[in-house]
Nanobody, 117 residues
């Protein structure tokens, strides 16, 4: 059974930074693209960034230049470094397999990120 556990969220002032972590288990992590997604109140879940098995990254335009995604296949971890945070980045952040995958793991609880102005 695939399990995804996100952590690292919190309350931060605009301009601040956070580093999110996602621990994955129950899958051959190294062969899958992984992604970070977020859902703000009243909005649909959206892709923030994804990283292929080989390490190639794709960053949404709304966060390009501010967010960086990385992975550690030895630890089955994927990370999201978020810098220059803005109030509009406030959301619950989730990790899951990448958007091009033919399946989606059960969503974890996510980690809340709140950016105050």
């Amino acid at each position: 059974q695939v399990q995804l556990v996100e952590s690292g969220g919190g309350l931060v002032q605009a301009g601040g930074s956070l580093r999110l972590s996602c621990a994955a288990s129950g899958l051959i992590f190294s062969v899958y693209a992984m992604g970070w997604y977020r859902q703000a109140p009243g909005k649909q879940r959206e892709l923030v960034a994804d990283i292929t098995a080989g390490g190639r990254t794709n960053i949404a335009n709304s966060v390009k230049g501010r967010f960086t995604i990385s992975r550690d296949n030895a630890k089955n971890m994927v990370y999201l470094q978020m810098d220059s945070l803005k109030p509009e980045d406030t959301a619950v952040y989730y990790c899951n397999v990448g958007p091009g995958s033919s399946w989606t793991a059960t969503w974890g609880q996510g980690t809340q990120v709140t950016v105050s102005s």
